[in-house]
Structures are given as C-alpha cells and as structure tokens.
C-alpha cells in the first residue's frame, strides 16, 4: 500500500467528482428540511441520515474535515433529542456544505 | 493708489482715467501720474509702484496726497493684511487722509476674503468696494467715494 | 541734499546740451522765474517764465515745497520716466529734470522679473494647496467608491446566496428523480438539470465576484498532481466539445506523477472557464490546449478556430459584466474577470490574442513550485492470513463500499457486498463467511437489527460494526447484541484486518 494503486486512484477521482453532486443533494435535503411539507422530525432525520453518510465515507476518501464537520452537523440534526432551532440546523449544514464546495 | 505688487493699482487707474484693461502684467516704476475730472474736481492721481520683496513704498511719492486708494488683491490674502502696515507708513507721512480701499479681482474665481477684514477697515471709517479693473466693477464708485469724502 | 545755485549752474553749464537734464526756478507762489532751454525735450513743452507751474505740471500740485525733495522715478509730460530734485532756497525753489531712462529699464528689469517669480511662487504654492485638496477629495471619493462596491457586491453575495439554496434543492431533487425515471421523463429532466446548472454556475461567478470586491477570495494551495487536474477539466469539457464538430486535445510535458504546490481546485476553475469558453465560441475546427511546466511555472495556452474577438472588443472583454454584444451567447460576463483575478492571484497573468473571425488564443501562467511526490505513509506490515478471507459487507453507501472492498481485495481478501441488513440476514443463510463488516445506518433493515436477526438465527460468524459516528457508536449495545467488534469511519483498512486477524483464528 505504498501508493494507491490505479484502481483505487479512480476510486477516489470518482469520489472527488461526485462532491458537486453530494453538495446538491445535501442542499436539497436542507432545503427540504427548511421548506419541505410533512412531519418537520422526519424531515430533520433524513437530512440527518444523509450527514450520516457524508461523515462516513468523506472520512474514508480523506476528507477528514468535510466527516468532522459533519459529525459535528449529525450531533445538531440529532432528532432523538431536543427538537433544534431551524437557524441553528441551518449553520451547521452550511459550514458541511461550504467545505464541500470549497473541495468540490 | 498704494498696495503691494500685482494687486491691481494700475490697472484700475487706467481703466479709471482712460478706460481700458490688460491683462499682462506691467509692474509700475516709481510713479506714474495721470489726472482726471471726478464732477468739478480735477484728480491727480498717483499710480505709486507696489510694494515688493525688494523695495518698500518710496514714501516721497506719498508727500502731498489728499486721499488714498488702497488696493488689495482679493485673491491674494497677504495683500490684504499688508495694509495696516501700509496705512502706517502713509499716516506717518500724510496725516489722517480720507481711505477707500479696493479689493480687486473680484471677477477671479479664486476671490477669498474674509468678512472680519472688511468689517475691520469698516471700523477704521474706510470705505471698502470689491472691484474687478477687469469688468470695470465698482471702478467709478471707488474713485468717486473718495473724492467725496476729501471735499 | 544741499545743492546750493552755483551747484546748479555748474551742473547746467556742463551738461545742458548732453540732454540728460534740464531744470526751472519757481517762486513760492509756484510762479515760473526761469526755465532751462531743453525743458521742450521732456514734454514740458509751456512752461514759460511768469507761468503757474501747477497748471501745467501735474505732480507738482500738493507738493510740499519748503524742503528738499525727490521724486526718483516719474513720468514726463512726453511719457519718459524722469528724476525730480526740488531744490529750495529762501525764495525760490529749483527743480531738476534728469533722465531717467536708463536707470528705468535697469529697474524694470529687475523689478518686473522679480515680481513674476513672486506672483508665479504664490501660484505654485497655491496649485499645491490645490493639488493636496485634491488628492484629499479623491481619497475621500475613492473611500465612498469602495464602500459603494462593498455595499453592491454583499448585496450581490446575499442576493446570490439566497437564490443558490433554493437552485441546489431543485437541482438536487431532479437527481433524485433522475435516478428511476423513464427515458422520456429522464431527458426532460436533464434538460432541467442542465438550465439549473448553468443558473447555478451564474450565481456562483456573482458570488465569486463579490468575495473578490471585499477580498474574500483565499486561495488553498496544496500539493496536487498535474496530470489530475487536466484529466479533471477534460473530462468535465470533453462532452461539450462532442457536441460540436469541434476537435479537442489537450497537450502537456511533464511526466506522469507531478507534483506542484498550488490551488488545484482554482486552477480547475480558471482552466474550465477558459477551455469552456474557446468551445462555446467555436463552432467548428479545434480547441488546442497546450500545458508546460518550467521553472516552476504552469503555462498553458488556449488556441480555437472560433468567432474571435474584435480589437475594440478586446479591450473590454476583461470588464466585469461585459459580454460582446450579438454572439447569442448568455452568461453574467464575469467568467474571464474572475479568471484573471485568479490566475493573477496565483502569481501569473492572463493574456488574450485573438483576430476576429480566425479565433483566438488565451494563455495565461501561474506560479507552480514542484514538489517531489508525497508517497502514502508506508503502512505497517499487513497481516497475513494462510488462506483467503471471505467478508461479506452490508453498507449502502455506495462509495464506502466499493473503496473497502478495493482496500481488502487487495490485500486479498474476497468481498462481497450488499446494500442493506436484510440481504445480509438472507446472505449469511446461504453462505458461509469469515467475517462480516455491518453498517448501522442502512435502509430496509439497519444494522442492530440485522445482527440481532443473525445472532437470532445462530450464525456465529464474527460482526464488526462500521458506524459514522463514535457518538452513535453505543459498545454496549454492540455487545449485547453479539458484535465481535467495531469500527469508526474513516475505517482505517490496517485496523480491519488486525481486528480480523484476531477474530479470525
């Protein structure tokens, strides 16, 4: 595991190329979150759950700020606790989706 | 007529006497007499060189006089305070003579004179006018003022 | 001054017919008593014996006579600058007429040049003054100015971002229905998706504009490969370029594994603008990209057969907003503003050549310092297991999975994967594994629940669990519930198999 092998090269080449995309989708789900109709608990947990998957594999492709901000954003959208002010879920998703655009 | 260099003595006496200006500069040697009738009463006047960084008002020009003109340039600050001074060497000489005093270039658009100024001359009895040799502004009332207050 | 009249007569004797002066005796009544012979050559031309002098002299009227007196410089009737002396005596007065002329022009010269330089002094200081108002009203105007462009470009910044927020949720949902719909539906939607993109690229060069007017624009330098960055940019403009009869390529000299020191994603954006533009304005023929790298300075230069650009229209066309009128094209005409601001950030400057209706070259430099490449940290020595382990995986997201299964296959480990807990449950009972790596967060059935299905079952296999997040990561439960071990993302590929190296015995 000196260097990544070609594979593994287009792997995260893939990956990078896909910030654009997860950066639209994220500020879909806070839209969604902000605007959307329905239940405003179920909207904060799949916007929620998709911080989730951000934090999962941005850490994996080393993007090690974009998972610890949004980590940081998961413990904001927590919909097991305390309902959160909408401004305050809107921060913190911003600041994940800012770092986004800055490496997309 | 007595100020200091450039601020104007010529060119209102000539467009006084003889009714024409330049705009070139000629600074005035000594003096130069030209005379003129205001009414009944023949003027003399005395076109006496300004005063200057190299010489002082020749005082002998002042002998005799019956009124002064003093002139200042209104675009010129330091003309203006110069009279006092002015005033002083001609009283030591001339006595109390009746004073108008013209503060010319009035048609410049850099004109800045104080009002205390004018209230100031004001105070000592002259009579001020802002003249303009070049539009012939105040030209004839300046003269004739003086005349007035000499009869 | 005591000439007395012998004096007189003397000086009249010996000078009188050189002209220089000439002279007459008055009583005190101002009554002419005698007159010199030359008094006609000074303009005095009816001053006769037995005349009143002040009726004819003018400068003798209020002249005090008692005592001696000079008027150095005085004009003659005739216009000659002359010299009075008055002389007095018990009864009489003379005066003396003397050419003045040369002591005249003496003075003049002086005098007058004097008092220009004087009058020109007060000028200069004055212009000065002037000069320094001016400069302080161009400051302050200037200081109005940048508060003015502050206030247009944070208005430019608010606006933007509010449009960007509602824009990125339409473009997002149009993914997400992008992803099963029909064909019909599916190109109506990329049609939507393709007018929102270009409205978001927009906004974004708004926003961009105006983190330049209040220097927000920072820029990231870090160590990045050429040769990635151009693959990047070709990927991303080739397809437009497919889209016209437009031949695309892209040249660069350096090998293979390059590393520079710069801001890749801003080169990225400066390169996209660039090549982007030559293909929009080219219709037909070629789009050559030409990359060199030297002395630590990135060239590049972008040559197109396209519409070109006007001389006049050269001169503008790095004007913010400016767009060449006619060309049919749309865009906020700030793309080459930014890029130059960029590219001029970055150490280098963008120049444009073109001649109209043959095309037209853009090059541009940028500062790019190498780098020797910087090799992953050696990781330690791996494991090695006698035979080849079996992983099943369950985990949705698609890009965690496949970057772990490429990480284990090549330590050679079989994977295989699946999207969610319930096809893990359905795996595991037809096939035996090694090992199994359980997301918690998964659709359908999530991971506590597919292992307390499995362990339910009596599957023993080992479970480690991958989560997202050490707050969610409860041990306790994990271990209630059976799990042999877990892990928090970034899963670290070393850490997996020294825990599979464990659990696997």
């Given at each position: 595991?000196?260097?990544d092998?070609?594979?593994i ?5 893939r ?8 950066l639209?989708?994220?500020d ?23 911080l ?9 492709y080393?993007y ?9 954003s998961?413990?904001v959208t ?6 959160p002010?909408i401004i ?17 | ?5 450039a601020?104007g ?19 005035t040697?000594?003096?130069?007499i ?8 023949k ?10 960084s190299l ?6 020009y002042?002998v ?5 003109v003093f002139?200042?340039d ?15 060497t001609t009283v ?5 003579v ?12 850099d004109?800045?004179?104080s ?5 100031e001359?004001?105070?000592r ?5 802002n ?8 030209v004839?009332?300046?003269f004739e003022?003086?005349v007035?207050?000499?009869? | 001054m005591s ?5 007189v007569a003397e ?7 050189r ?15 005698e ?17 009143d002098?002040?009726d004819e002299?003018d ?9 001696n ?7 003659s ?8 002396t008055f002389?007095p ?17 003496r ?5 007058q040049?004097a ?5 020109l ?7 000065l003054?002037e000069?320094?108002e001016?400069?302080?009203k ?6 109005e100015?940048?508060?003015?462009a502050?206030?247009q470009?944070s208005f ?12 990125a ?6 993914n997400?229905?992008l ?9 109506y ?5 393709r007018?929102?993109?270009?409205l ?6 708004l926003?961009d ?7 927000e624009?920072?820029l990231n ?14 990927l991303?403009?080739?397809?437009l370029?497919?889209t016209k ?11 293979a ?7 890749d994603?801003r ?7 660039i090549?982007?533009?030559a293909?929009?304005?080219?219709d037909q ?8 790298l030297k002395?630590?300075?990135?060239h590049v230069?972008?040559?197109d057969?396209?519409?070109?650009v006007?001389?006049e229209h050269?001169?503008?066309i790095?004007?913010?907003f400016w767009?060449a009128p ?12 930014i ?5 001029e ?7 444009i050549?073109s ?5 037209t ?5 940028v ?6 490449p ?7 020595v791996l ?6 382990l079996s ?6 997201d ?11 296959e ?5 994977v295989?994967?699946?999207a969610?807990g319930a096809?893990?449950?359905?795996r ?7 090992l ?12 506590y629940d ?5 362990r ?5 296999t080992?479970?480690?669990?991958m ?5 969610e990561?409860?041990k306790?439960?994990a ?10 993302k ?5 850490d997996l198999?020294?825990?599979?190296q464990?659990?696997v015995?």
């Amino acid at each position: 595991m000196n260097q990544d092998s070609v594979k593994i090269q287009q792997l995260k080449h893939r990956y990078r190329n896909s910030l654009a995309t997860k950066l639209e989708e994220l500020d879909s789900y806070l839209f969604a979150f902000e605007f959307g109709e329905g239940n405003i608990r179920s909207r904060l947990v799949e916007l929620h759950e998709y911080l989730h998957k951000l934090a999962g594999s941005a850490g994996m492709y080393g993007y090690d700020d974009i998972a610890k901000m949004a980590r940081d954003s998961m413990a904001v959208t927590n919909a097991d606790s305390e309902m959160p002010e909408i401004i305050e879920v809107k921060d913190s998703v911003t600041r994940v989706r800012d770092l986004l655009e800055q490496h997309a | 007529m007595v100020g200091d260099f450039a601020v104007g003595k010529t060119s209102l006496t000539q467009k006084f006497v003889n009714n024409v200006f330049s705009d070139k500069y000629l600074t005035t040697i000594g003096v130069k007499i030209d005379s003129v009738m205001v009414d009944d009463t023949k003027v003399i006047v005395w076109d006496v060189a300004g005063r200057d960084s190299l010489s002082p008002i020749n005082a002998n020009y002042l002998v005799g006089a019956a009124g002064i003109v003093f002139v200042g340039d209104g675009t010129r600050p330091s003309t203006i305070d110069a009279m006092s001074s002015l005033w002083e060497t001609t009283v030591d000489r001339v006595g109390d003579v009746p004073v108008v005093v013209a503060l010319n270039k009035h048609d410049h658009p850099d004109w800045s004179v104080s009002s205390e100024q004018i209230i100031e001359f004001s105070n000592r009895g002259w009579d001020v006018f802002n003249t303009s040799a070049k539009e012939g502004e105040n030209v004839k009332s300046l003269f004739e003022s003086l005349v007035h207050k000499m009869n | 001054m005591s000439l007395n009249q012998d004096r007189v007569a003397e000086i009249s004797q010996s000078l009188f017919d050189r002209r220089q002066f000439a002279y007459f005796l008055l009583d005190t009544q101002w009554c002419v008593l005698e007159a010199s012979n030359n008094l006609q050559e000074f303009g005095f031309s009816n001053l006769e014996v037995g005349v009143d002098a002040t009726d004819e002299i003018d400068f003798l009227v209020g002249i005090d006579i008692s005592d001696n007196h000079e008027l150095s410089m005085i004009s003659s009737p005739a216009g000659d600058p002359i010299r009075v002396t008055f002389i007095p005596s018990v009864s009489t007065i003379t005066v003396v007429i003397m050419d003045a002329r040369q002591e005249f022009l003496r003075q003049k010269q002086l005098q007058q040049k004097a008092n220009e330089n004087e009058l020109l002094l007060g000028t200069q200081e004055k212009l000065l003054s002037e000069i320094e108002e001016a400069k302080i009203k161009l400051e302050l105007q200037n200081v109005e100015l940048q508060e003015a462009a502050r206030l247009q470009s944070s208005f430019l910044s608010g606006v933007s971002h509010e449009f960007r927020t509602p824009l990125a949720s339409i473009m997002g949902y149009t993914n997400l229905l992008l992803k099963d719909s029909d064909e019909t539906s599916a190109n109506y939607l990329s049609a939507m998706k393709r007018s929102s993109k270009h409205l978001l690229s927009l906004i974004e060069n708004l926003l961009d504009h105006g983190k330049f007017d209040s220097n927000e624009i920072m820029l990231n330098p870090k160590s990045t490969e050429l040769a990635e960055v151009f693959s990047d940019v070709e990927l991303l403009v080739r397809p437009l370029a497919e889209t016209k009869s437009v031949n695309f390529t892209i040249t660069t000299d350096w090998q293979a594994a390059c590393f520079v020191v710069l801001d890749d994603s801003r080169l990225r954006q400066c390169l996209i603008n660039i090549i982007g533009n030559a293909i929009k304005f080219t219709d037909q023929g070629r789009v050559t990209v030409v990359a060199s790298l030297k002395d630590d300075d990135l060239h590049v230069s972008v040559e197109d057969t396209g519409i070109g650009v006007s001389e006049e229209h050269l001169k503008k066309i790095k004007q913010p907003f400016w767009q060449a009128p006619d060309t049919g094209k749309s865009g906020t005409g700030l793309g080459l503003t930014i890029t130059e601001r960029i590219i001029e950030m970055m150490g280098g400057a963008l120049d444009i050549d073109s001649s109209e209706g043959v095309g037209t070259t853009v090059s541009f430099n940028v500062m790019a310092p190498s780098i020797e490449p910087t090799f992953h940290q050696e990781a330690q020595v791996l494991t090695q297991f006698n035979r080849s382990l079996s992983v099943l995986m369950a985990e949705d997201d698609e890009d965690i999975a496949f970057l772990v299964t490429l990480l284990l296959e090549e330590q050679g480990v079989k994977v295989v994967h699946v999207a969610n807990g319930a096809l893990a449950v359905d795996r595991l009972q037809h096939e035996d594994f090694d090992l199994v790596l359980m997301d918690l967060h998964m659709p359908v059935l999530n991971g506590y629940d597919a292992v307390s299905q499995i362990r339910g079952a009596g599957n023993t296999t080992p479970i480690v669990i991958m989560t997202a997040s050490a707050i969610e990561a409860d041990k306790g439960r994990a271990q209630e519930l059976g799990c042999d071990g877990y892990l928090v993302k970034p899963v670290d590929i070393a850490d997996l198999l020294n825990i599979a190296q464990q659990l696997v015995t």
